[in-house]
């Protein structure tokens, strides 16, 4: 009998696994979130670049980080300055503003499931 094939989302779900590309955005932002706070080795948090304007915005108050510039659109996107700094912009404010780490990856790995499963 040929073994068919299923998929593993329910599965994933159920034993509150991230799939790997989110797993794989997890780690990043994790090791984002250290740098930020200075919980992660002196040569992560030295690349890291503020964002800042010469206003005074409504997002002066968030953490936002530059983004470098990357050099070549197929490998530079992957860089981790360029990578991290994107991801890290596109969080929701309430978890850019998170200073705890545990509650930090509770929180981020909640708003993850949301929105991959639907939960």
């Given at each position: 009998?040929?073994?068919?094939?299923?998929?593993?989302?329910?599965?994933?779900?159920?034993?509150?696994?991230?799939?790997?590309?989110?797993?794989i955005e997890f780690?990043?932002?994790?090791?984002?979130?250290?740098?930020?706070?200075?919980?992660?080795?002196?040569?992560?948090?030295?690349?890291?670049?503020?964002?800042?304007?010469?206003?005074?915005?409504?997002?002066?108050?968030?953490?936002?980080?530059?983004?470098?510039?990357?050099?070549?659109?197929?490998?530079?996107?992957?860089?981790?300055?360029?990578?991290?700094?994107r991801l890290w912009?596109?969080?929701?404010?309430?978890?850019?503003?998170?200073?705890?780490?545990?509650?930090?990856?509770?929180?981020?790995?909640?708003?993850?499931?949301?929105?991959?499963?639907?939960?």
């Amino acid at each position: 009998m040929p073994l068919g094939f299923c998929h593993i989302s329910p599965l994933l779900r159920c034993l509150h696994w991230l799939p790997v590309k989110a797993r794989i955005e997890f780690k990043i932002l994790l090791i984002r979130f250290k740098a930020i706070h200075g919980l992660a080795p002196k040569y992560l948090c030295d690349l890291l670049t503020f964002k800042s304007s010469l206003y005074n915005l409504r997002s002066s108050d968030s953490i936002l980080l530059s983004m470098p510039a990357a050099r070549s659109k197929t490998l530079g996107d992957r860089a981790f300055m360029v990578a991290a700094s994107r991801l890290w912009n596109s969080l929701q404010k309430e978890l850019r503003a998170i200073t705890n780490v545990n509650s930090f990856k509770a929180h981020f790995k909640t708003y993850l499931f949301k929105t991959l499963f639907g939960e």
